[in-house]
């Protein structure tokens, strides 16, 4: 025990720290005694020198005597280590001299760095105490808050004072220097540690053990990391956690030293006679051993009093600190923390809600895992939670799974036969995951799995040469195997993609791949099967496309990233290397497979030209392997009719023609041969078949079929118009729809070859190269032939006719050759009424078709193909729409449709509606008026006069309704004069024949305002009084006063409309409605006497009421004009010059007139309640004109 100071038992020492969020004051330290004072220090000029050339980071160097941060001069630590632009050894150096001067106020100021370092913006007292067995000193201790001054305080024992530390209520807020951020902070934490690490190192011989500084230091943090407020235990926490770290260290030095001294004490030893030099050494093995002892009761406490109350600490930050400095005491010191008793704090905690944490425990099992020394002391651990750490790879968070991934891959390496199949087969499927750090750590496991343990059995058995071919070989087939017997045998990109960093030699060795394909290996070696083979070729063919554009296949991007030099220097090397391999065995391996009918291993192998680097050969380098490759091209035209080999075919030709490359001239060449001898084929047989008629064979027919197929295929992708193949496709559909005599799949190959001539026959007049006359007669010519085919027997064919129609009036349409080159203008085409209402049915008759029939099929492949068939044709369709290429009213026998076939086709209707609202508002709005029109009236007819509000086909157009009503959002603004025009239609079709059903009936289509009412919530409330006084006009009193159930729909009808007036109250009370319609004033003369209640209010319209024709906002504009015809003259020339689809609301604003008039006619001030009468004018001026 250290001898107490000279001060007297009440001596108190308070210092009051500034924030240090405000660096232009320096630290103001005052010092208070109630019974004495504290002597004051005394320092001479060369000691306060010292401290300041420490505090300033070498100022003398800088051209300067003092160290800046902006204006502020570095005085206490904390500024100090704020700063880090001194270096820490000065720093440390120039406080433990202080601290040999005077320990108490050194030692003050390093409390008061802790202090600070929490972002504590208060003061600290210390109480200097005597008598430590006092058993008040423990009532003490506590923590507190005073509501009077609203701070906070905490008091507790480092002896040998008593802090009292007061600090205002908000330092719990977050902000302190751990988690602050910006530029004085950044490096805080980095700097913080470091000058604890450096203080012990430094202080390691001599004052850590005087027991006296680390005791006051530990109970400082012990008290502090019990405290309530975070910034207290996260920095208390740290700092004794890097302590505890530092001790280990000064622990081993202090080992090392003890091995040395017990060496030299054993040597003199042997003389066996006690030497001065031997007493010398067993007292400086016994002053290490007591300093050893020193440091294991220093590190004790720190373990027992910090580390196992906060690895649980609430604050994630906090248990992660203590998890990672575990980690590191383990494997730093692993004789000692390397047990099972301090193990379970990392197991325990891999259950952590926290990816922080949980991440922070698999990297410290990372760095003991790799010790194989250090796995055989966890072997309990590992048994106990390695089914953990399996499961983490499923983690949320990324990094954590990867993480797991790597101690697992560690345990497959260091730990004997801990991972049974069962668990190895749980990683094998993370290579397709389509997080690329998860599958990368998932392919380094699969190859430690598959290639590691072979790897070292063939190193020295074989010799050099003939090494790598074949232990590539057998790994090859092993991984073929894998990629064979996995569940997602259908994505060889992704588990290429992810074993490509670790085993990038292996499926780099193209060589062995085409050894095996070519079935040129060891003799003894069983070849490969069938599906081998398939598996092997989709296996290089990703190779090749990772070895070529060097990025992931597609869903497993890591966003934008650029490529170093040494990473395209890489790509370029590897492209040049597979093209030099290639060109050569490719024309090998097309003969082999495409003879033997190998149609997938076939279409695999045509796309490699597309990764050839042929822009780095000349062609008398290329021309041979060049020529061999385009006659086994054309050889597999010859051959083949699947369309996915033709296709990539076509592909390989294109690629192999590209501008700018030497073999365009060569392989151009090739393809006029190919053209010249399918195209002389078609005609030949084409002249025979008209020739002939009827009397043409099978044979010949499939002989047709599979030249023009091909060359259909071909001419998607090729210009071949110079061949003049459209006079021949329409003698070919000519002759069929004359005499019918053609085969089905004939047909739709001459009707998709005449689409792409035509298409071709575009781009080329787009720049010029063509006849503008020619082609648009072409077009009118193969739109009719086209048209009539939609009304043939056959499916197939009408379907094909069907698309390729839609999609040349879709690209011949005004508004899509309006939008391109003025060359194609003129070409536009725009179908007539008649056509339009062909393809509407059309769609109605082959998209729309009952459900029951397509439950018959049990086929439920069949089912899917045919729906995606119909999806397509109603696509096509929506298209033409959306473009405008028919007119918009068609679309409303595909809306209705919305709610029957919602989930086959809801998507496209969707889609189609939300397009053509955009387009024209009012137009949508009549279009789904329309649709609900003829829905009701389907319905009438089918119940004739008994209609029934309650049945399913009622309820089901409401609901349909109300799907359309959510479409228009919820900007009432912008749909403003949308909904006011589907209103007023509804309105109108809802009285329309109103004297059918006979006298004191409600008319025919009365139930329709029940539907209508949908519509009423996406109306301004401004708005619904205007649409109300439009519905008035229909309404008789004998109605109004009617209450029946048949009444129903136009009760409920005008209470929606109602339901935000505040002045109105019964809604059907003849004796509460607003304005007279024109029916009331042609019948009752005296009906204007009633009070009408207007919303907004009215102040006087007139001398006299009689003299209103029409009591509505619209009657009490200052125009004079009051007749219909001046309203329908306002309506017109308002369609002419101002669309209500533009601007709605300023359209609305510029014609606003006064809701109230003086005697004289002159307008009053215009206030807000003269804005919403003037948008009630304006949209009743819609209602009462537009009867379109």
Partial sequence: MIAEPELSSRTTLQRESESHSEPDNDLENQRRGSGGSLPKRRRNQSEKGR???????????????????????????????????SAMQFVVNDWIEEYKQDRDTALLDLIIFFIQCSGCRGMVTAEVFQNMHNPDIKRKMTEEFDEETGLQYKKFMVYPWILNVTWPLDLDSGDYPLTMTGPYWKKFKSNFCEFLSVLIQHCQFTIVHDEYLMDTVISLLTGLSDSQVRAFRHTSTLAAMKLMTALINVSLSLRVQLQNSQRQCEVEMIDKRPTKKLETFLQKKKEIIEKQENIENLMNAIFKGIFLHRYRDALPEIRAICIEEIGMWMKSCSDRFLTDSYLKYVGWTLHDKQSEVRLKCLIGLLGLYSDKDHCSKMDLFTCRFKDRIISMTLD??????????????????????????????????????????????????????????????????????????????????????????????????????????????????????????????????????????????????????????????????????????????????????????????????????????????????????????????DTAQLEEHLDKLLKQLKAIVEQQTDSEVLEFCSKAYLVLSNEGLPTRSQVASAKIQLFDQLVGKFNKLLKNFLHKGDGFTDAESHQMWSTLKRITTFHNAHDITQWNLLSSTCKLLKSDLEKGNTSEQIIIQAILCSYYYIMWQLSKASEGTSSKESLSKQIRVFCQIFRQYLSNSISTIKEQAFIVLCDLLLVFSHEVLSSGSEKTEPFAYVPDSALQSELVAFVLDRVFVAQESELLDKDEERKVGKLHQRRNLLAAFCKLIVFSVVEMDIAADIFKQYIKYFIDYGDIIKETLSRTRQIDKIQCAKTLIQSLKQLFNELLQGQASSLDRWSQPFTSIKDLARRFSLTFGLDQLKTREAMAMLHKNGIEFAFKDGSLKGKNQPPLNMAFLDILSEFSPKLLKTDKRTVYNYLERFVTDQMAAENGEEWLPLIAYRRSLLDCRDDDTDSTSSSDRSAPSPVQQKSQTTSLKRKLQIEGGVSEAGANEEQNVKISPRSLTPWSMSTVQKENENWENRKKGHPLEKDGMQLLHSELGTTSMRNTGEPMEENLAELVEGDLDDLNEILDIDND
């Fill in 51 to 85: 401290r300041r050339a420490s505090v300033c980071s070498r100022q003398e160097r800088r051209n300067g005597n003092r160290q800046r941060d902006g204006d502020v001069e570095a005085v206490t630590l904390f500024e100090v280590v704020r700063m880090g632009k």
């Fill in 396 to 617: 949320k968070e990324s990094e954590v799974a990867v993480q797991a991934i790597k101690v697992l891959i560690l345990m497959l390496q260091n730990c004997e036969e801990v991972l049974t199949s069962r668990d190895c087969e749980q990683l094998y499927h993370f290579v397709y995951s389509v997080h690329r750090p998860v599958a990368l750590a998932a392919g380094e496991f699969l190859h430690k799995k598959l290639f590691g343990s072979r790897e070292s059995e063939v190193q020295d058995e074989m010799p050099e040469k003939r090494e790598k071919l074949i232990h590539n070989l057998s790994h090859i087939k092993t991984l073929v195997n894998f990629y064979q017997e996995s569940e997602d045998s259908a994505r060889s990109a992704y588990l290429v993609d992810s074993l490509w960093d670790c085993s990038a030699s292996i499926l780099k060795d193209w060589k062995s791949m085409t050894t095996l394909l070519l079935e040129g290996g060891d003799p003894e070696d069983e070849a490969l099967t069938h599906l081998q083979k398939k598996a092997l070729v989709e296996i290089m063919l990703s190779t090749i496309r990772q070895a070529a554009e060097g990025h992931p296949p597609g869903g497993r991007c890591l966003g934008k990233k650029v490529q170093m030099m040494k990473e395209r220097k890489s790509l370029i090397d590897d492209r040049a290397k597979l093209t030099e391999h290639f060109i050569v065995l490719l024309p090998q391996l097309l003969a082999k497979y495409s003879a033997d009918g190998e149609e997938v291993i076939t279409v695999n192998l045509l796309q490699i030209p597309q990764y050839f680097d042929l822009e780095s050969y």
